[in-house]
């Protein structure tokens, strides 16, 4: 697919503007059941996306995003927006060296108990487990089953060659992304939690907790994303407790382009496959 073509703002003769949404990056598919999503992109891939949309337009950064839609100015024709969610180890091992050759501003958004724990989501270990069982069934750990909390690293102890798809970045990566003038970090809850599923405290923990450990970490988090980001994935008590929280834009993953008049906390991205 050719991602440029959300590059038409100008075509339009509005100031439409694509914000793209991706999770990872590996050097080879080489699973039957494990990303059969395409949540990861293999690395070649990844580079030709980030090339054709660095000729065809103008990269801008969230914090450029929320500027102009406090100020009612539309942004540059052909603009867009390079984020990820989640906080894949994959990121910094191969994504953050194409993204710099071409100047790419990106918001990364963690859950800062993968980034603490090296956790995964639920459905990587029901992958995990799905891809083995045809090899040999002692393989899973039916611990990782039990309790989606265990460190990724313990259930896949022994299939090293898996962890690109489930390790997440240490506090040392993030902080040294944060430090450069191009990236950006974001929060994105504490556990990956549906934010509408829980009570008004439960929502204030997945809130208030990660933007705290952030902040311990000498980050200054104005950013946040909703995990899975679909309609039922955010409700206005939950945009309430971002803006006490400080958090000034909090894209969604619902499919589509936005204006700079688009509310910041309901924005559309484009989900790279
Ligand atoms: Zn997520």
Redesign the pocket.
């Given at each position: 697919m050719d991602y440029t073509s959300y590059l038409d703002g100008d075509v339009l003769g509005c100031d439409s503007f694509p914000i793209f949404l991706f999770h990872g990056v590996i050097r080879k598919q080489k699973w039957n059941v494990r990303n059969r999503n395409r949540k990861h992109l293999e690395l070649d891939y990844f580079t030709s996306v980030i090339k054709s949309l660095y000729n065809a337009g103008n990269p801008v950064s969230m914090d450029e995003i929320v500027w102009h839609h406090n100020h009612n100015e539309p942004l540059p024709d052909k603009s867009f927006a390079v984020t990820f969610?989640?906080g894949y180890r994959n990121n910094f091992d191969y994504a953050v060296d194409v993204l710099e050759k071409f100047g790419i501003p990106t918001t990364f958004y963690v859950?800062t108990e993968f980034i603490a724990q090296n956790t995964s989501a639920y459905i990587d270990y029901v992958e995990y487990a799905y891809e083995v069982l045809d090899k040999d069934p002692e393989i899973i750990n039916r611990r990782a089953m039990k309790s989606p909390c265990i460190p990724t690293t313990d259930v896949l102890r022994g299939e090293i060659d898996g962890l690109e798809l489930t390790d997440k970045m240490t506090w040392e990566q993030v902080v040294q992304l944060s430090w450069t003038s191009l990236f950006t970090i974001g929060a994105?809850t504490h556990t990956?939690a549906i934010l509408p599923m829980l009570n008004k405290r439960e929502k204030e923990g997945e809130i208030f907790r990660p933007l705290w450990m952030l902040h311990q970490h000498g980050i200054v988090p104005k950013h946040f994303s909703y995990?899975?980001g679909k309609e039922d994935d955010f409700d206005d008590e939950t945009i309430s407790l971002l803006k006490s929280a400080g958090v000034v834009c909090c894209p969604t993953a619902i499919h589509g382009v936005n204006t700079h008049e688009t509310d910041l906390f309901r924005l559309k991205r484009i989900g790279v496959k």
């Amino acid at each position: 697919m050719d991602y440029t073509s959300y590059l038409d703002g100008d075509v339009l003769g509005c100031d439409s503007f694509p914000i793209f949404l991706f999770h990872g990056v590996i050097r080879k598919q080489k699973w039957n059941v494990r990303n059969r999503n395409r949540k990861h992109l293999e690395l070649d891939y990844f580079t030709s996306v980030i090339k054709s949309l660095y000729n065809a337009g103008n990269p801008v950064s969230m914090d450029e995003i929320v500027w102009h839609h406090n100020h009612n100015e539309p942004l540059p024709d052909k603009s867009f927006a390079v984020t990820f969610d989640d906080g894949y180890r994959n990121n910094f091992d191969y994504a953050v060296d194409v993204l710099e050759k071409f100047g790419i501003p990106t918001t990364f958004y963690v859950a800062t108990e993968f980034i603490a724990q090296n956790t995964s989501a639920y459905i990587d270990y029901v992958e995990y487990a799905y891809e083995v069982l045809d090899k040999d069934p002692e393989i899973i750990n039916r611990r990782a089953m039990k309790s989606p909390c265990i460190p990724t690293t313990d259930v896949l102890r022994g299939e090293i060659d898996g962890l690109e798809l489930t390790d997440k970045m240490t506090w040392e990566q993030v902080v040294q992304l944060s430090w450069t003038s191009l990236f950006t970090i974001g929060a994105h809850t504490h556990t990956h939690a549906i934010l509408p599923m829980l009570n008004k405290r439960e929502k204030e923990g997945e809130i208030f907790r990660p933007l705290w450990m952030l902040h311990q970490h000498g980050i200054v988090p104005k950013h946040f994303s909703y995990p899975e980001g679909k309609e039922d994935d955010f409700d206005d008590e939950t945009i309430s407790l971002l803006k006490s929280a400080g958090v000034v834009c909090c894209p969604t993953a619902i499919h589509g382009v936005n204006t700079h008049e688009t509310d910041l906390f309901r924005l559309k991205r484009i989900g790279v496959k």
